[in-house]
């Protein structure tokens, strides 16, 4: 198979990145790659934790020179990592935290130095190499690795990068609040300014003060890749946001009406992307003009035996989708809720993603998520449902439920909280849902 290379930007002295308001050049990427490169350990797995996203690139590139693996696991729990050391026992992390990650090897990021004045080509890796592996993020339970090659991983940039029309906007500032480790901010953040001739933002945002900072200080074009929870916060705060010419979102799918929303005040076009781990990215959609969903170029989907199964194009090897599927063709679908997400009540069906999407939709909600818990002997099950909401009652808002869900699915309990523990992507892990309905189930139910 063909060797690809590193990065597609035009000439040495192009900005890659941009950290503190200072742009990094593609020579000096090329000088931290190969430096970093030289000094790994000898092995076969690294675990990239680095939380700066140049630094993160740094260090996956460098280990595809050495032709080690990243291993990039949904989350950092000591249970997880201790998981990781038992089934890839030669793994180490790179880090650019000030202190060792646990009982892990850690190798520390380097400070950065100025390039010596060599000239440096763009190296190239072979497609079939294997260049990282990815893990399930747990919302269903336990994470599954799943195996990504340097090859699959560009085809799927480029063809991102083709379908979202990013090379309109060379050499475009992105800015993004997921981190890298995830699938979709491997992607959508690190990836396609690889491959798309980009300049990477190297910090992650969280509170919706320093996102809209650090967008007004990258110059134009520049654009968001951010999550319906981010996305939301934003959209509450008052004041002029800064204007976009890029603006992607996903991990969960937006109303229409948030959808235009961001268009309006963002006075860019909002695209959604879908896909997961298994595949990686499939499809898009403007969420204003349509519901359906658009596969890739040279993607297909096909129905056999109650599942939709993904392949073709940048997907290596066809896999079933853990998703409710309704196909309009072998390219275009609409999107009804995770398979497991299924619930049955008195003869009703509906799933969580929709009862979410209704309980997210009511004014003064902030955040709010539906739980189907365990069923225990004979007892009818009952839903629960999680919500930050502060400036509402329980009756209000239950009022408010009733005029959009059939009264089956009604949540009870309905339990207000401060906030819900959701990871770096804006998902909510099962364990973490579980502990919350521990949590409510310890207080009898009165919420």
Known sequence: MEDIPLIRHDSGGAAFAWRGGNPIGVDQFLWDVSRLAASLPDRQHIFNLCADRYNFVVGFAAALLRRQINLLPPNYTPGLIEQLAQCYPDVYCLTDAASAH????TVFFPQPVAPDSATRTVPAIPAEQLAAIVFTSGSTGQPVPHGKSWGGLVKSALAAADRLGVRAHPGMSLLGTVPPQHMYGLESTALIAMHGGLTMHAGRPFYPADIRAQLEALPRPRGLVTTPVHLRALLAEPGALPGLDFLLCATAPLSPQLAAEAEARFGAALYEIYGCTEAGQVATRRTVETPEWQAFRDVKLRQEEGAVWVGGG???????????????????????GRTADLVNIAGKRTSLSNLNYHLNSIAGVFDGVFVMPDEEGADVTRLMAFVVAPDLSSEALTSALRQRIDAAFLPRPLCFVDALPRNATGKLPREALSRLVSHAAGKAGQC
């Open 102 to 105: 646990g009982s892990l090897e």
């Open 314 to 336: 940048h997907v290596e090897a066809e896999v079933a989708l853990g998703d409710v599927i309704e196909l309009r063709g072998p390219e275009t679908f609409l999107l009804h």
